[in-house]
Structure formats: C-alpha cells, structure tokens
C-alpha cells in the first residue's frame, strides 16, 4: 500500500519564476493539504482539496494557488516566487476531511529559490 | 487565532532518561490533538492522538500523552528514550468539530546520547 507520494523531491528556481510541486495521495484517500514548513519551524498549512475543489485556506497570499483531479492526486502552483518562498513543501492526505481524519504525510519537495 | 506553543526547543537526554515534552495550545473549544514525530531525513508520522474520552492516550513506540484541558496542554512521555527516538517533534491541533484546520507548533528537537 503506497504512501502519500510527492514529486519533485528537489527544486531550485530563481525570483519571479512559477513552480508546480505533485502529490498523490494515499491510496483510498480523497482529501490533499498542502503545507509549507519552512526551515526551523512546524508546518504550515496552504489549502485543502476535496472534491476537486479548495475548501479551506491558511493565510497565505493568491500567488499560492492549487489544483485536484478526479484520480485524488493534486499540484500546488505558485508563481512569482520571492527568496521566502523557499521552504519544505509537504502534501498530507486523508480519507474524509472531518475533524478527527488523521493525515498522512508525504516526504516533501524541498524548494530553494535564489 | 488558535496558536501552539512547545516549550523546548532542543532536548538533551541519555538513553533511559525519561521525557516530558510540552505542548500547550489556544482554543476555548473543541479541540483535535496530535503529536506528529519526523526523524532524520524521513517524513512527519502520526506518534499518537485524542479525539475524546480518556485525556491519557497511548502511541506507538511506547509513548504517551496526557489532555489536561483546564491547562491546554497536551504532554507527551516516555518513560525511558532511546537513541532511535532522536527526532523532532511537533505538537498540532485541529480546533472545532468541522473541518480540518491543523496549526502546528514550532517543534521540539530531541537528541538522545547513547
């Protein structure tokens, strides 16, 4: 049974530049978070998906948008990265986006903009 | 704003020394616990949770936690560490009865000596 799987594993992109960061979800799982954790400090949580659309979102800016296809899988797009932007970028999956849904996380793409 | 607060940054212990880390929170409401252990160079895993009933609940790899909600704090043991639980560890929270909304702590890094 395959974990929550996240590709690319490394990026390195420069300032104004666009990324798109994958995630597929564990199996059986319908629910995508998506977290940025940057260096020293906890995860902090972008946005939700389910059903193909963002149901919830942390406090970050419209640069950071994202997307969920039919198969659960999902992208986190950001585009006009600043120095700031460089961070662990982690997917966490879900079966239902209840209150007491364990997630489980994927193993990142670490992110470096320059 | 719900926010998690960890007491120690970075903790030094000997093997069988045991642990207490702190873990406080706050939300006047409903409140979803978890304690997530990422070890060196693997991704975040699910150590333990409360959802409700007994506040002590137990985890994997011999570990605890205890729910005191007159302290919001949600604690976590171990009687005796070993060297393999070097790691960090983050405490979260997912506050109210719908939804997922995880606010992470900054985490607490632990160094075992053997």
């Known amino acids: 049974d395959a974990g929550v799987t996240q590709s690319p594993t490394h990026l390195i992109k420069t300032r104004g530049q666009q990324v798109t960061l994958r995630c597929s979800p564990k199996s059986g799982h319908d629910t995508v978070s998506w977290y940025q954790q940057a260096l020293g400090q906890g995860p902090q949580f972008i946005f939700q998906?389910?059903?193909?659309?963002?149901?919830q979102r942390g406090n970050f800016p419209d640069r950071f948008s994202g997307h969920q296809f039919p198969n659960y899988s999902s992208e986190l797009n950001v585009n006009a990265l600043l120095l700031g932007d460089s961070a662990l970028y982690l997917c966490?999956?879900?079966?239902?986006?209840?209150?007491?849904?364990?997630?489980?996380f994927g193993p990142g793409t670490r992110l470096t903009v320059l | 704003a719900q926010s998690v607060s960890q007491h120690n940054h970075h903790v030094i212990l000997s093997e069988a020394a045991s642990l207490e880390l702190g873990c406080n929170y706050s939300y006047g409401g409903t409140v979803n616990l978890f304690w997530y252990v990422q070890y060196p160079g693997q991704h975040l895993q699910l150590l333990l949770k409360y959802f409700s009933g007994d506040p002590l609940v137990k985890g994997i790899k011999g570990f605890e936690a205890e729910f005191i909600k007159s302290k919001f704090s949600f604690n976590l043991r171990k009687p005796s560490v070993q060297w393999s639980d070097t790691a960090e560890y983050f405490c979260a929270v997912n506050a109210g009865n719908y939804g997922q909304n995880f606010v992470f702590g900054p985490g607490t890094r632990l160094s075992v000596l053997p």
């Open positions: 966490a999956s879900s079966l239902g986006r209840g209150s007491t849904d364990t997630q489980y």
């Open positions: 998906y389910y059903e193909e659309e963002e149901r």
